[in-house]
Nanobody
Framework: QVQLVESGGGLVQAGGSLRLSCAAS????????MAWFRQVPGKEREIVVAMSSSGGGIDYADSVKGRFAISRDMAKNMVYLQMNSLKPEDTAVYYC?????????????????WGQGTQVTVSS
């Protein structure tokens, strides 16, 4: 079993930055695909970015390209999401997800493990 815990969310003004962290425990996730999703009330959970286990494959949602960046620290078993130039429409609960198969899936149903989410609120 893999446990994922997100942190780093909060309230930020438009144009600001936040860095979300996802701490994995239970197993080393170096061979896992990792992803960040987000969800607002009343809407489907949507992909933000997905990264293959090797890091060679990364797929960003069009809405965040050029502003967000995913990274991982295998030694610490951590994944990060650097969010810059934040917009009010980025407001959502952000979730970290992992899947042992290693490829970078963009569909929610492909991921086996999920964190509890962290709230990001961007004020205008």
């Amino acid at each position: 079993q893999v446990q994922l815990v997100e942190s780093g969310g909060g309230l930020v003004q438009a144009g600001g930055s936040l860095r979300l962290s996802c701490a994995a425990s239970g197993r080393t996730v170096s061979s896992y695909a990792m992803a960040w999703f987000r969800q607002v009330p009343g809407k489907e959970r949507e992909i933000v970015v997905a990264m293959s286990s090797s890091g060679g494959g990364i797929d960003y949602a069009d809405s965040v390209k050029g502003r967000f960046a995913i990274s991982r620290d295998m030694a610490k078993n951590m994944v990060y999401l650097q969010m810059n130039s934040l917009k009010p429409e980025d407001t959502a609960v952000y979730y970290c997800a992992a899947d042992r198969r290693g490829s970078f899936y963009t569909q929610r149903g492909e991921y086996e493990y999920w964190g509890q989410g962290t709230q990001v609120t961007v004020s205008s």
